[in-house]
């Protein structure tokens, strides 16, 4: 202990089905070891003579041998049709518990030297105790693995679903680069033509530095605000080269929204489409402003440009969203890409919405939920060592196997 403080080792508890074999022993111990003690404990309560216990612990033996055996016919039995399970489990059932049965009162007939009975009687005594026992303990067998199979498919959808959705939003993001890039080249193409070599050098300079910055960047990884708002920069830089004075831009970014968590690459196309219907529709250019707040446990991201609002191409390009035109924004790759984005990564705890103030331009509003940078969590997590998933606690083999 150093300055006061208590130094915590890093522990995550083990599921216990983790490693199937040994849950079943565990289980399988404590089972029938419990069996042989409350067997003990009913001796010792009706005054027996303490030899009984042997007869316990040849009975709980006699059960674990059984249960064992049983273990490997139901292995085969529980992926079968369930005619077949259920038809074939209750003979193996009965041949246990007969067994297991025939085994007891032999040992006890034996014990007693035939003073109590003949041995039919002892015969049917026993079966009626080891009868429930066996059934009790094959319930369980099913049940526990029935579970495990069903958390294993649910495991399973889950994976595959998280990778449906990783690889649309991988496909999103990289419909962003191109579309953005075409852009530029043909700024550089128009500066080439007329024979502006300096200012073309210097984007394609920009371009570079912005593409090896986006492109290291992988799909679907989330970046804080103050990352995103860096690389929107440097594309703001290449656009400055195109509309010098004309383009001017505003960050209000909070300082507690600056380390929250967003898509990558998710401001940059709203600030592409206000310089393409804002800044470039006017002679006289126009302002963005881009604003990032938290709302109680939401985060707000407003992306504004003092542009022409919805006349012209950017009216024709849009398409009512409102709940009762029953119809979907859709502007090209912009918009439309960062909708389906937000789909993809939120469902329904998002919103994306359009506006258009009463004094001009146009206003895109963006509701998340807020989520703060856990890179120091994260690094803390990754040194402590790694426990099995869930989706490992039911492979192929059903619990009581050996591989």
């Known amino acids: 202990m150093a300055n006061g403080t208590i130094a915590m080792l890093p522990f995550k508890p083990t599921p216990f089905f983790a490693d199937k074999n040994r849950a079943f022993w565990r289980l399988q111990f404590l089972g029938w070891g419990g069996a042989m003690v409350f067997r003990s404990a009913t001796v010792v309560a009706n005054d027996r003579p303490l030899d009984y216990l042997v007869l316990a612990l040849i009975a709980a033996i006699t059960g674990l041998s059984i249960s064992l055996i049983l273990s490997v016919i139901y292995s085969y039995l529980i992926n079968r049709r369930p005619l077949v399970t259920w038809g074939l489990t209750a003979v193996a059932l009965a041949a246990a518990v007969a067994v297991s049965a025939f085994i007891n009162a032999w040992t006890l007939s034996i014990y007693q030297g035939g003073a109590e009975g003949n041995f039919a009687s002892l015969l049917l005594v026993v079966s009626y105790l080891d009868a429930p026992l066996?059934?009790?303990?094959?319930?369980?067998?099913?049940?526990?693995?029935?579970?495990?199979?069903?958390?294993?498919?649910?495991?399973?959808?889950?994976?595959?679903?998280?990778?449906?959705?990783?690889?649309?939003?991988?496909?999103?993001?990289?419909?962003?680069?191109?579309?953005?890039?075409?852009?530029?080249?043909?700024?550089?193409?128009?500066?080439?033509?007329?024979?502006?070599?300096?200012?073309?050098?210097?984007?394609?300079?920009?371009?570079?530095?912005?593409?090896?910055?986006?492109?290291?960047?992988?799909?679907?990884?989330?970046?804080?605000?103050?990352?995103?708002?860096?690389?929107?920069?440097?594309?703001?830089?290449?656009?400055?080269?195109?509309?010098?004075?004309?383009?001017?831009?505003?960050?209000?970014?909070?300082?507690?929204?600056?380390?929250?968590?967003?898509?990558?690459?998710?401001?940059?196309?709203?600030?592409?489409?206000?310089?393409?219907?804002?800044?470039?529709?006017?002679?006289?250019?126009?302002?963005?402003?881009?604003?990032?707040?938290?709302?109680?446990?939401?985060?707000?991201?407003?992306?504004?440009?003092?542009?022409?609002g919805l006349q012209g191409s950017r009216r024709n390009d849009i398409i009512d969203s409102s709940p009762g035109a029953g119809r979907s924004v859709s502007t090209g790759v912009g918009l439309a890409n960062i909708r389906d984005r937000l789909a993809q990564a939120y469902g329904e705890q998002h919103r994306f919405e359009i506006a258009t103030p009463p004094g001009g331009g146009f206003t895109v509003v963006i509701e998340i939920p807020f989520e703060r940078d856990a890179s120091a969590e994260g690094a803390e997590e990754a040194r402590m060592p790694a426990t099995p998933a869930a989706g490992s606690l039911a492979a192929a083999q059903p619990i009581g196997t050996t591989p």
């Not at 209000?252 to 929204?257: E, L, V, Y």
Request: charged share 20%; glycine share 4%; aromatic share 8%.
């Open 134 to 308: 066996l059934g009790a303990w094959s319930a369980l067998y099913y049940a526990i693995n029935f579970f495990l199979t069903v958390e294993e498919q649910n495991d399973r959808l889950e994976r595959l679903e998280a990778q449906a959705t990783a690889a649309q939003l991988a496909m999103l993001r990289y419909q962003l680069n191109p579309h953005f890039l075409f852009n530029t080249l043909n700024s550089i193409s128009t500066l080439v033509l007329l024979k502006q070599t300096a200012p073309a050098n210097a984007m394609l300079t920009r371009l570079s530095s912005f593409l090896r910055h986006t492109l290291v960047m992988q799909p679907g990884v989330r970046v804080t605000i103050a990352q995103e708002v860096e690389t929107l920069q440097l594309y703001l830089e290449i656009e400055r080269m195109r509309f010098e004075e004309r383009l001017r831009t505003e960050f209000r970014i909070d300082p507690d929204a600056a380390q929250a968590m967003i898509p990558s690459m998710l401001l940059q196309p709203l600030v592409e489409n206000a310089i393409k219907y804002g800044v470039s529709a006017q002679e006289e250019g126009a302002r963005i402003s881009v604003a990032a707040q938290v709302l109680g446990n939401r985060l707000r991201l407003t992306v504004a440009d003092t542009g022409p």
